[in-house]
Nanobody
Framework: QAQLVESGGGLVQAGGSLRLSCAASGRTFSISAMGWFRQAPGKEREFVAGVTWSGGHTYYAGSVKGRHTISRDGAKNTVYLQMNSLAPEDTAVYYC????????????????WGQGTQVTVSS
């Protein structure tokens, strides 16, 4: 099993920035890709960004492309999501996930999940 611990959420004004972190531990050798998802109240969990465990390939949802950047520090087994130009519609609980399959946008393809961190963007 792999364990994921997120940090970095909080309250920010529209136009501001936040950086989320996700530290992975345990059976990290089995991980193929890491993803960030978010879930707003009353909505389904949606893909935000993903990166291969090697860090060589990234993919973004259209709603965040150009504003957010996902990256990985291999030495620390940590994945980051730098979020810029935040808007109220970015408000959600953000989850880090680890997948055992190639990079995908489908939540069901991810085997391990963090506890989530709240991001609130005020207008």
């Amino acid at each position: 099993q792999a364990q994921l611990v997120e940090s970095g959420g909080g309250l920010v004004q529209a136009g501001g920035s936040l950086r989320l972190s996700c530290a992975a531990s345990g059976r990290t050798f089995s991980i193929s890709a890491m993803g960030w998802f978010r879930q707003a109240p009353g909505k389904e969990r949606e893909f935000v960004a993903g990166v291969t465990w090697s860090g060589g390939h990234t993919y973004y949802a259209g709603s965040v492309k150009g504003r957010h950047t996902i990256s990985r520090d291999g030495a620390k087994n940590t994945v980051y999501l730098q979020m810029n130009s935040l808007a109220p519609e970015d408000t959600a609980v953000y989850y880090c996930a680890a997948g055992l399959r190639p990079l995908t946008t489908t939540p069901m393809d991810y085997a391990y999940w963090g506890q989530g961190t709240q991001v609130t963007v005020s207008s």
